[in-house]
C-alpha cells in the first residue's frame, strides 16, 4: 500500500528516513526540472541530490496542512528559492574571481603554465634575522615577496586580492621581527 504525501510528510517529521527518500523520488522529476534550470559550476547530481534532500527535509518539517494544504507547491516554491540561493552565492562579486580560476593540472595541460626550475635566491648570506623572517612566511606570502621584489616566482596561480592580503601579511611580519616580536 502507497503512502498519501501527507503521510510521508508526517512520517519525516517524526525522523523517517525512508519516507524521507520516498518523497524525493516521488519528486525527482521537480529535481531533475530546477536542475536543468539553474546551473551551478562544480554542482554535480550528487550535490544537488544531496541539496534537493536537505531542502525536502526542511520543507516537511515546517509544512502546516492548515495553512499550505498541498506540499509539492511549497517544496518547489523552496527548493527554487534555495537553487537561487546558491546561485546568489556563486556569482557574487567577491567571488567573481573563482569564476575564472582553473586548476594547475588544467593550465598545464593547456600550455599556460610552463615548468621551469627556479634560481633560487640565496638566502644564507642574509643576517639571522632575515632569515629567521623569510622561514616564518607561508608559500603564497613568499611568492608575494617574490613578485614584489621582482624576483622570480613559483608558477602558481593566485588571484591579486590574494597576493595583495600576502604582502600586507609580509609587512606585518617584517615590521614584527624588525621589532623583536614573534
Excluded at 518523497?23 to 541539496?51: G, S
Excluded at 639571522?128 to 596561480?157: G, N
Aim: glycine share 2%; net charge neutral.
Amino acid at each position: 500500500m502507497q503512502l498519501s504525501e501527507l503521510e510521508l510528510v508526517m512520517l519525516v517529521q517524526h525522523k523517517d528516513g525512508a519516507a524521507l527518500k520516498e518523497l524525493c523520488v516521488r519528486y525527482a522529476p521537480l529535481i531533475m526540472k530546477i536542475k536543468r534550470h539553474y546551473y551551478l559550476r562544480n554542482f554535480d547530481d550528487d550535490d544537488w541530490d544531496q541539496e534537493a534532500m536537505l531542502v525536502c527535509y526542511e520543507t516537511a518539517c515546517l509544512f502546516d496542512p492548515e495553512k499550505n494544504p498541498r506540499f509539492s507547491s511549497f517544496y518547489k516554491l523552496r527548493l527554487t528559492n534555495h537553487a537561487r540561493s546558491l546561485l546568489r552565492y556563486e556569482y557574487a562579486q567577491r567571488r567573481a574571481p573563482y569564476a575564472q580560476a582553473v586548476s594547475y593540472e588544467s593550465a598545464a595541460a593547456a600550455g599556460l603554465v610552463q615548468e621551469e626550475s627556479i634560481e633560487p635566491v640565496e638566502w644564507t648570506d642574509l643576517p639571522a634575522d632575515y632569515y629567521e623572517y623569510l622561514m616564518r612566511l607561508s608559500p603564497r606570502e613568499l611568492t608575494a615577496l617574490r613578485l614584489y621584489l621582482q624576483l622570480p616566482a613559483q608558477a602558481v596561480i593566485y588571484n591579486d586580492e590574494q597576493l595583495h592580503q600576502a604582502r600586507q601579511r609580509c609587512k606585518k611580519k617584517f615590521k614584527a621581527s624588525l621589532l623583536g616580536c614573534h
